[in-house]
C-alpha cells in the first residue's frame, strides 16, 4: 500500500501545484485590462455584461447581480458604453439571467434599444467566444466582478479580443467566500479548455446583429 500512498501524494501535490499556476498565469497575465476607475477605462463602445441569478438560493436579492447591474447603468449615464450585450443562462422556461437583466438595466434608465440578449451564455467561455463569433465583436468592455474579470479576459485573450474589464463592485466577504473558491478551480478548468480539451461554446449558429446596430 506504501506505493499507492505515494502516487495518491504525487498526485495531489501537481493538482495543487498545477491550479496555483494557472491561478498566477492568468491573473498576472490580464490586471492590467482590469479597471475600476471609470474615467480611465478605454473608450470600448459595446459591453459584455456576464450573466448571474438575480436571486440567492434563499430567495434574497443576488449582491453580484445587482452590482453588475449597477456598474452597467452608470456606465452607460456617463457615455462610456453605447450598447449592452447581456448574456447568460437560459436553461429553462423558470430559469432566464438575460431577460432578469434586461428589466434590471431598463428600471435603471438604459433604453431597450441599447440592448441585444446572448440566451446562450452558459459558461464564462461561451458569452466570451459568443460575443465575437456570433455578434461580430472584437473590441468589448466587460462588466463583471474583479475575481471573474481575470478569468473572462484571459479567454478573449486566447480568441486575440481587444478586452478591458470595468469591475462591478465585490459584496461583503460572507456572500463570496463560495464564489472564490470556486473560482480558483474554474480558472484551472479555463487553461484545460483552451489549451488541452480545445472546448468550443454548446451553441454558436448564425451569426446575429445588434440591436439598432
Request: some cysteine; charged content about 25%.
Amino acid at each position: 500500500m506504501r506505493w499507492l500512498k505515494r502516487i495518491v501524494l504525487a498526485f495531489s501535490i501537481s493538482f495543487v501545484l498545477f491550479l496555483l499556476f494557472c491561478n498566477v498565469w492568468i491573473v498576472l497575465s490580464t490586471k492590467d485590462k482590469v479597471y475600476t476607475d471609470v474615467e480611465e477605462l478605454p473608450s470600448h463602445r459595446i459591453a459584455l455584461v456576464l450573466g448571474t441569478s438575480h436571486k440567492l438560493a434563499g430567495g434574497k436579492a443576488n449582491p453580484f447581480f445587482e452590482k453588475r447591474m449597477e456598474t452597467a447603468a452608470k456606465l452607460f449615464d456617463m457615455g462610456k458604453i453605447d450598447h449592452f450585450i447581456l448574456s447568460g443562462d437560459n436553461s429553462s422556461i423558470f430559469y432566464n439571467e438575460p431577460v432578469a437583466m434586461r428589466k434590471a438595466l431598463m428600471k435603471l434608465g438604459v433604453p431597450d434599444s441599447a440592448i441585444t440578449l446572448d440566451y446562450a451564455g452558459l459558461r464564462t467561455l461561451d458569452s466570451v467566444v459568443r460575443s465575437q463569433k456570433i455578434f461580430g465583436q472584437d473590441k468589448i468592455t466587460i462588466i463583471t466582478q474583479p475575481f471573474h474579470s481575470y478569468r473572462a479576459l484571459f479567454i478573449s485573450q486566447y480568441y486575440n479580443m481587444d478586452a478591458v474589464a470595468m469591475v462591478a463592485d465585490e459584496p461583503d466577504f460572507e456572500y463570496s467566500i463560495k464564489v472564490r473558491l470556486r473560482e480558483y478551480l474554474a480558472r484551472t478548468k479555463a487553461v484545460l479548455d483552451l489549451y488541452v480539451l480545445k472546448t468550443v461554446p454548446r451553441h454558436l449558429g448564425q451569426k446575429e446583429q445588434l440591436n439598432n446596430h
